[in-house]
T-cell receptor, first 113, second 115 residues
Framework: DAKTTQPNSMESNEEEPVHLPCNHS???????IHWYRQLPSQGPEYVIH???SNVNNRMASLAIAEDRKSSTLILHRATLRDAAVYYC??????????????FGKGTRLHILP | DSGVTQTPKHLITATGQRVTLRCSPR?????VYWYQQSLDQGLQFLIQ???????AKGNILERFSAQQFPDLHSELNLSSLELGDSALYFC??????????????FGPGTRLTVL
């Protein structure tokens, strides 16, 4: 079954770029890749998602490998407010109304001032 | 504020009991998702409804059930509660389009403590 694998934790300096990796080697052709983050004492919030092409939005960029077996969330300039747990998630549309959402265990990102 | 509301905020109950958690999605959203977050298991997807119909099922126990009503609010029912059910339960909504590619908006969660 599909799953995502992420490092347990990462550290980065403030104002530097951060690259958060996710491995999803068992991804299927129609699975979307999502990233959410959870700030302390809050519910998760959407960061970005994509299917095959790299994606950019105001929060981050998502780089998807050509074979789609891995992806990287890029925060271009980390701030202290970006300290959170980042989840890499796959969503799969089921033809028989049996959709699936597969969560990774998340990467806890520490930002050093 | 995401626009998703969950009640109650906190719930304390005893083993063997049954509780109901309630979620109201953002205005216009047709999908509702339920998640469980415990210290040892992390964030786990339980179940999704779209416009009243079950669409996706995750690691939801048989003791748990959910439904989405015609006014689109949803309830998660947890029965025969065990100590291990103590967790933060999140509801999220998305829509109005069907499909899992939509951005989900999470509520503040209900903290359940089973004693």
């Amino acid at each position: 079954d599909a799953k995502t694998t992420q490092p347990n934790s990462m550290e980065s300096n403030e104002e530097e770029p951060v690259h958060l990796p996710c491995n999803h080697s068992t991804i299927s052709g129609t699975d979307y890749i999502h990233w959410y983050r959870q700030l302390p004492s809050q519910g998760p919030e959407y960061v970005i998602h994509g299917l095959t092409s790299n994606v950019n939005n105001r929060m981050a960029s998502l780089a998807i490998a050509e074979d789609r077996k891995s992806s990287t969330l890029i925060l271009h300039r980390a701030t202290l407010r970006d300290a959170a747990v980042y989840y890499c998630i796959l969503s799969r549309f089921g033809m028989n109304r049996d959709d699936k959402i597969i969560f990774g265990k998340g990467t806890r990102l520490h930002i050093l001032p | 504020d995401s626009g998703v509301t969950q009640t109650p905020k906190h719930l304390i109950t005893a083993t063997g009991q049954r509780v109901t958690l309630r979620c109201s999605p953002r205005s216009g959203d047709l999908s509702v998702y339920w998640y469980q977050q415990s210290l040892d298991q992390g964030l786990q997807f339980l179940i999704q409804y779209y416009n009243g119909e079950e669409r996706a099922k995750g690691n939801i126990l048989e003791r748990f059930s959910a439904q989405q009503f015609p006014d689109l609010h949803s309830e998660l029912n947890l029965s025969s509660l065990e100590l291990g059910d103590s967790a933060l339960y999140f509801c999220a909504s998305s829509g109005p389009l069907e499909g899992l590619a939509n951005e989900q908006f999470f509520g503040p969660g209900t903290r359940l403590t089973v004693l």
